[in-house]
């Protein structure tokens, strides 16, 4: 057969590829193939294959090439038939053997004379390496070696930027701290055209910064934009409506405790991607801060009919079960969603909620174990396990727990509040108002009712301290925030109270009593108020 019917031959196996007529282009490719012997054509009629799920026929075809060891795409391919066969070892046998050192460097021991042979190069293509790093770090994951993964999965990343999936693997499955995060992505080396790519990767991870710093992200990426027609300014494209950038900056406000704010921007969201499933996510999150089960209800249904083998699917449904309270059914499903994915953080923290939301705290600390031990990158569970050690009166282990958090995130205000109450509770009051005022200042936005009770406490520890005068400053910020807390007006009118000033102290007791009309501390601060106000005046020698 005459070279140009053979290419022509080569055009129809690409054609079905595309079409997704897989069976066609293994028939083509299988003919191509015995034409010519070429590496090319015989890499072309594997690729057909694996397309078509016939992983053990590509890989035997790959592994009897004798071109197998030398050639870089072959060995990958043939990698990628043994992932889709479960066997991890041999995968990685396949891939040879090389090291990874903390940063991400790697250096291989045998394969400095491999080839990579690619007639069909595309201008833009992502490094062999960083793939074949990627698909090491996939098998290490699966052999449940993920401080290994995290290496291979970093080694990913920064030997091509462009391999996305590397950084997904190590955001979305926690595995580096907050500062690592953010040192790994000022460590890439960007394309001068690749600008915007970095400050979207600097959106995609954990969001601590003051509220003008994140916004300024956002805006940059929101202005970004280029020109396919440089002599028509109608073909002016931004990033503006992207949905992956409103899902981070949706995952910001909630961060931040605006939830219906996050709420709102998800709902939209969804309505244009209905299965965004990152946007889905956040948005679950925020209906069970709000107590929106309806929608839960809704999400949940639609994702258990389309996605039946997904985790994200049972986790939806176990977030219903949470916000109505009934946390046995709740337990069941986030169990599930774990059984499908153990690498799905939000099933496992909602597990260990759902265990503590009952005060059984044996079982919410395995959750928060379990949750620590697979997530090193996450502070969540480490602060979960030291919330529920405070409330059996732990403190000194709530403490180290919280300081352990207070590591992994350096920057997260819930954590220097629980610090601050535990000293609280320690009698520590000076360090208690010391971290609670820490509290205030990491807040990225705003002051809102979320934090009301982070003032109230650095309210209580003034008094306790007495200085009167900056508890009661803290109070009437408290009430600014919400109208509505007991422990504010009372603690206002105690803070009146050991001041004397009882007429303003009574005026609050009733305040408080109020809002709750059998509050034991205030009714009988009150009657205590009422007494020492009858006595002012009186000549003590007559009391």
Not at 62 to 72: E, M, Q, T, Y
Not at 124 to 141: D, M, P, T, V
Not at 347 to 373: C, F, H, K, L, V
Request: a negative charge; one cysteine or more.
């Amino acid at each position: 057969m005459r070279e140009e019917e053979i290419e022509k031959l080569r055009g129809v196996v690409r054609d079905c590829v595309s079409k997704h007529l897989y069976s066609s282009a293994i028939f083509f490719a299988d003919k191509v193939a015995a034409f010519t012997a070429d590496p090319a054509d015989i890499y072309m009629q594997a690729q057909a294959l694996f397309l078509g799920r016939h992983y053990r026929r590509a890989f035997h075809l790959l592994n009897a090439s004798k071109i197998v060891l030398s050639d870089l795409r072959f060995r990958y391919l043939a990698a990628k038939c043994l992932e889709e066969l479960k066997e991890w070892d041999q995968c990685l046998s396949m891939l040879g053997e090389a090291k990874v050192d903390e940063d991400g460097n790697v250096s291989d021991t045998k394969d400095s004379n491999v080839m990579y042979l690619d007639k069909d190069c595309e201008d833009r293509e992502i490094n062999i390496s960083s793939a074949i790093c990627f698909l090491r770090g996939k098998a290490y994951e699966a052999l449940e070696n993920r401080a290994q993964a995290r290496l291979w999965y970093k080694a990913a990343i920064k030997a091509d930027p462009l391999c996305y999936e590397a950084l997904e693997c190590l955001i979305e499955n926690h595995m580096l701290t907050c500062e690592e995060e953010a040192n790994l992505i000022s460590s890439l080396q960007f394309g001068s055209e690749d600008g915007w790519l970095s400050s979207f990767y600097s959106c995609l991870i954990k969001k601590y910064d003051k509220e003008d710093v994140v916004e300024a992200k956002f805006r940059d990426l929101e202005n970004e934009s280029c020109k396919s027609d440089q002599s028509d300014p109608s073909f002016l494209r931004t990033l503006k409506s992207n949905t992956d950038l409103l899902a981070c900056k949706a995952e910001y406000y909630h961060q931040c405790g605006e939830y219906q704010k996050c709420f709102d921007l998800t709902y939209v969201l969804l309505e244009k991607d209905l299965f965004h499933l990152k946007c889905t996510l956040v948005h679950l999150a925020a209906a069970v801060e709000l107590g929106h089960s309806n929608e839960l209800y809704l999400m949940a249904c639609n994702l258990v009919k389309d996605y039946p083998q997904m985790a994200l699917s049972w986790f939806a449904v176990g977030c219903y079960y949470y916000c109505i309270k009934k946390y046995d059914q709740s337990r069941r499903y986030f169990s599930k969603a774990t059984s499908l994915d153990r690498t799905f953080p939000p099933a496992w923290i909602g597990y260990g909620n759902a265990y503590a939301a009952q005060e059984e705290g044996d079982q919410a600390m395995s959750a928060y174990r379990t949750a620590a031990r697979l997530f090193p990158g996450c502070h969540l569970p480490t602060l979960y396990i030291g919330m529920e050690c405070m409330r059996t009166h732990s403190y000194k282990l709530a403490e180290q727990f919280f300081m352990q958090a207070k590591s992994t995130c350096p920057s997260d205000p819930l954590v220097y509040n629980e610090l601050g109450v535990v000293a609280y509770h320690m009698k520590e009051y000076k360090k208690a108002v010391w971290w609670f005022e820490k509290t205030l200042a990491l807040i990225p936005s705003a002051l809102s009712e979320m934090w009301e009770s982070t003032v109230v406490n650095l309210a209580h520890a003034y008094r306790k301290l007495m200085m009167y005068r900056e508890a009661i400053s803290y109070y009437e910020k408290a009430l600014a925030l919400s109208t509505k807390s007991v422990s504010t007006y009372a603690g206002l009118a105690y803070t009146y109270h050991l001041q004397d000033d009882f007429t303003t102290a009574i005026a609050y007791y009733h305040k408080a009593l109020w809002l709750k009309p059998d509050d034991q501390f205030s009714t009988e601060m009150l009657s205590w108020a009422l007494i020492d106000e009858s006595r002012r005046g009186l000549d003590p020698r007559l009391i």
